[in-house]
C-alpha cells in the first residue's frame, strides 16, 4: 500500500515540475515529448478510444452524430448513471434526463463493454467570443478493447446512430414552420424558417368525409411510410406529393393536420408570396427536414402559376431586345418562377432529404397549369366535396356524441338536394356547447341552416337565370337596332 502511494507521489510530482519547466523547453520538443510519450501509453493500455464532438466545422454545426449519441444515452443508459442533469427539452417539450457532464456509464452491445463518458474542454484563450459553442466544448469519449475495434466501427456507431435518430423522433415536440421574409435569409445568424409547437387535435377519425375515401388516403400514407427501400429500388426520391382542392370550407387544412398527426411529421407552411426568387426558393427548401410535409396552401392566388406558358408578349419581346446579350437569363432568375416551382417539386434539389410530402391547396383547380399538379408531381389528388350524409354523421358523433336519431332521415334528404360544406354544418351542430341545448334542437337548428342554405341557393340560380334572360334580350334589341339602321341607310 505505502509502495502504490509512493508511485502515485512520484507521479505527481514528476507533472508538477514538468509544468513548472514547460515554460522553459522549446516548443519542438515539447510537441516531440508529448508525441512519444502518448505512444509509450497507447503501447501499454489496451483500450483504443474515439471522440464525438458536439460541433464541427468552420460554421460550428452540431453534429448529428453528437445529438443521436446525447438521446440514445438519455434513452438506453440513463438508468445506469448516478449523476443525471434534467431539463425541458427544446425539441420535446417534456423533462428529459441525460448523464451529466463527467459521468461515466458502460453500454453493452453483443456481449461488448463499451465506456461512455460526457466530457468539456475550456478554451485555453481568454478572449470573449460572440459564438456560444467556442466558450466551451463538450464531446463523449468512447471507450472500448483493441480486439473490439471493428464491431465498434462497423456497427456500433451505426446501431447509436439509428436508434438516437427513432428517440428522437418519438420524443420531439413536433413544430409548424413558416418561412422567413427575404430580408431576413442573409447576414449574420440568419434563418429560412420560424416555428410554434404544433399541436392540433385534428385525426382522421375527427374529419368529416365518406369512409372509402378516408381509407384509401390513409392506405396510401402507409404504403409511402413504409416504402424507402421501395423508392430506393425504383430510383426515386423518397416524397410524394398531393393536390387538395374543392369549394372553401370543405376541409382542405383539416386534412393536411389529419395527415401530420397520422404520420408523426412537423409542418412546413410555404407562403410563396415571401419567396422573391428561384435561389431563395432552393434555399428554404434544403433548410427543411426529413419527416415532414411542405404545404402550399391556395397556391392559385400565391403567384402567377395559374396560366399555360404562353409565350412572351410583344412587349416583353420588345424589352427583352433592349437587353444586353446574357441580361434576358439574369431578369429571368430574379424572380420566381414556375419553372423554379417546378424544379422544387421533382427537380434535383427535391432528392434532399427523404421521407418528405407536398401538399397543394386550392379552390380553383382548373386554373392551375397542368405542369405542376400532373402525376409524378402530384401523385395523388384528393377532392374535398360539399358535405355528404357520411361526412355528416362524423361530425354529429364529433359534436354531438350520436350515431342514429330521428331527424337524421330529415337530413339526409337535405344534404342530397343542397350543396353546403362541412364547416357551415359544423357551425350549426356547436349550438349545443353555445346554448347547453339538447340534441334534437341542435338537429332542428341544423336543418333550419341548410334549408336556408337551400332558398338561397334557389334565389342565386333565379338571379343567375334572370341575369341571362336580360343579356339574351339585350343582344336580341341591338340585333333589331343594327338592322333598322342598316335599313335606313339604304
Not at 117 to 122: E, N, S
Not at 267 to 277: C, F, I, P, S
Not at 400 to 428: C, K, M, R, W
Request: aromatic share 10%.
Amino acid at each position: 500500500m505505502v509502495g502504490n502511494w509512493a508511485g502515485i507521489g512520484a507521479v505527481l510530482s514528476f507533472f508538477y515540475f514538468y509544468e513548472k519547466l514547460a515554460n522553459y523547453i522549446p516548443f519542438q520538443i515539447r510537441d516531440y515529448l508529448a508525441t512519444l510519450f502518448h505512444k509509450v501509453v497507447s503501447f501499454v493500455n489496451p483500450y483504443d478510444q474515439i471522440i464525438i464532438h458536439e460541433y464541427h466545422g468552420e460554421n460550428m454545426h452540431r453534429d448529428e452524430l453528437y445529438a443521436a449519441s446525447q438521446a440514445y444515452l438519455s434513452s438506453a443508459c440513463s438508468s445506469l448513471a448516478r449523476k443525471l442533469k434534467a431539463d425541458l427539452g427544446q425539441e420535446s417539450g417534456k423533462p428529459s434526463l441525460t448523464i451529466d457532464d463527467y459521468e461515466e456509464v458502460i453500454d453493452t452491445f453483443r456481449g461488448v463493454r463499451i465506456w461512455w463518458c460526457a466530457c468539456m474542454r475550456f478554451p485555453i484563450s481568454q478572449t470573449i467570443s460572440f459564438y456560444p459553442g467556442e466558450e466551451q466544448r463538450k464531446f463523449y469519449r468512447i471507450s472500448f478493447h483493441k480486439r473490439h475495434r471493428k464491431l465498434v466501427e462497423g456497427e456500433y456507431l451505426n446501431h447509436i446512430l439509428r436508434e438516437g435518430r427513432d428517440v428522437t423522433v418519438r420524443t420531439r415536440q413536433r413544430k409548424l414552420f413558416t418561412n422567413s421574409p427575404s430580408s431576413n435569409l442573409y447576414g449574420y445568424r440568419s434563418s429560412c424558417w420560424s416555428h410554434v409547437a404544433f399541436e392540433h387535435p385534428a385525426t382522421f377519425d375527427t374529419l368529416a368525409m365518406d369512409p372509402k375515401k378516408k381509407r384509401d388516403i390513409i392506405d396510401d400514407l402507409v404504403t409511402f411510410r413504409e416504402g424507402k427501400e421501395y423508392y430506393k429500388k425504383i430510383g426515386k426520391a423518397w416524397k410524394r406529393g398531393y393536390l387538395l382542392y374543392g369549394p372553401p370550407g370543405t376541409g382542405k387544412s383539416s386534412m393536411i393536420v389529419a395527415i401530420a398527426n397520422f404520420l408523426e411529421y412537423d409542418v412546413y407552411d410555404l407562403e410563396l408570396t415571401a419567396v422573391k426568387t428561384n435561389t431563395e426558393l432552393r434555399k428554404i427548401f434544403i433548410e427543411t427536414t426529413g419527416k415532414s410535409i411542405i404545404v402550399i396552401e391556395d397556391i392559385d392566388c400565391s403567384i402567377d402559376l395559374t396560366g399555360k406558358r404562353k409565350e412572351k408578349k410583344k412587349d416583353d419581346e420588345d424589352k427583352d431586345k433592349k437587353l444586353p446579350p446574357g441580361m434576358e437569363e439574369k431578369d429571368e432568375n430574379s424572380k420566381l418562377t414556375l419553372s423554379g416551382v417546378l424544379n422544387f417539386i421533382d427537380g434535383l434539389w427535391s432528392a434532399c432529404g427523404g421521407e418528405r410530402i407536398v401538399i397543394f391547396t386550392t379552390n380553383h383547380v382548373e386554373k392551375l397549369d397542368p405542369a405542376l399538379i400532373r402525376r409524378g408531381r402530384m401523385d395523388m389528388h384528393i377532392e374535398m366535396s360539399y358535405c355528404t350524409f357520411e361526412a355528416f354523421k362524423v361530425l354529429a358523433k364529433n359534436y354531438l356524441g350520436i350515431v342514429e336519431h330521428d331527424l337524421f332521415i330529415t337530413i339526409q334528404a337535405l344534404l342530397s338536394e343542397v350543396n353546403i360544406s362541412p364547416a357551415d354544418v359544423a357551425e350549426g351542430l356547436m349550438q349545443k356547447n353555445s346554448r347547453n341545448e339538447d340534441v334534437g334542437a341542435c338537429l332542428m337548428n341544423l336543418i333550419r341552416v341548410i334549408e336556408a342554405e337551400k332558398e338561397e341557393a334557389k334565389k342565386k340560380a333565379q338571379q343567375e337565370l334572370a341575369a341571362q334572360e336580360n343579356k339574351k334580350s339585350s343582344k336580341e334589341e341591338s340585333s333589331v337596332e343594327k338592322a333598322l339602321g342598316l335599313e335606313e341607310k339604304n
